[in-house]
């Protein structure tokens, strides 16, 4: 079976620091991970997606994530974080039938 | 090109009564998923519609059900509402949803906000 874990419910960073949001991941396949950001009262928007080919991959707004199979991670990473960043993010898995499976979220609170 | 969109986007029900909830995908867009999102539980599955017909189902008891029609518009309907029903759900379209065989990207809709009283 497939699951996310999300190390962290609440990440909390200065602007303009990097962002780190972790996330780990169990699967008998070779998984399929995303992630996935939900600004608040707005439906959830596709950051970022490993589906086999390179392992760094490189999303939307400056974030990427590296997969590591060895320590069976995900993490999520910005160089520097923008006021507009705040919101939920989430670490997903897909089954092989494409149901998508979520992690419990990470909320990323940026300061001014 | 036009998103998801979902109506209504907020509601207000009863314990006991029961409820539609609609979602008109992409154009193009043969697959709709349902998700449920609490702040307990998080965000779960429901079901996902792919050519009319249910092909993949989460764990959620039978009051919860949808259909998908021949424009690929999907409704999903919870009877016997109950307090825990509350919740943000959420739908999301794809070309061609889950295969096995390869990935589509699933694009979601602002939600229907439901509140069960």
């Known amino acids: 079976a497939q699951s996310v874990t999300q190390l962290d419910s609440h990440v909390s960073v200065s602007e303009g620091t990097p962002v780190l949001l972790r996330c780990n991941y169990s699967?008998?396949?070779?998984?399929?991970l995303f992630w996935y950001v939900q600004h608040p009262n707005k439906g959830l928007q596709l950051l970022l997606k490993y589906t086999s080919a390179a392992t760094l991959v490189k999303g939307i707004n400056g974030f990427e994530a590296e997969f590591k199979k060895s320590e069976t991670s995900f993490h999520l990473t910005k160089p520097s974080a923008h006021m507009s960043d705040a919101a939920e993010y989430f670490c997903v898995v897909s089954d092989p039938g494409g149901k998508l499976i979520f992690g419990q979220g990470t909320e990323l609170s940026v300061k001014p | 090109k036009a998103g998801v969109t979902q109506t209504p986007r907020y509601l207000i029900k009863t314990r006991g009564q029961q409820v539609t909830l609609s979602c008109s995908p992409i154009s193009g867009h043969r697959s709709v998923s349902w998700y449920q999102q609490t702040p307990g539980q998080g965000l779960q599955f429901l079901f996902e519609?792919?050519?009319?017909?249910?092909?993949n189902k989460g764990n959620f008891p039978g009051r919860f059900s949808g259909r998908q029609f021949s424009n690929s518009r999907s409704e999903m309907n919870v009877s016997t509402l109950e307090l825990g029903d509350s919740a943000l759900y959420l739908c999301?379209?794809?070309?061609?949803?889950?295969?096995?065989?390869?990935?589509?990207?699933?694009?979601f809709g602002p939600g229907t906000r439901l509140t069960v009283t």
């Open positions: 699967s008998s396949y070779s998984p399929s």
């Open positions: 999301a379209s794809s070309l061609a949803g889950g295969t096995g065989q390869g990935w589509y990207e699933q694009y």
């Open positions: 519609y792919f050519s009319e017909t249910q092909r």
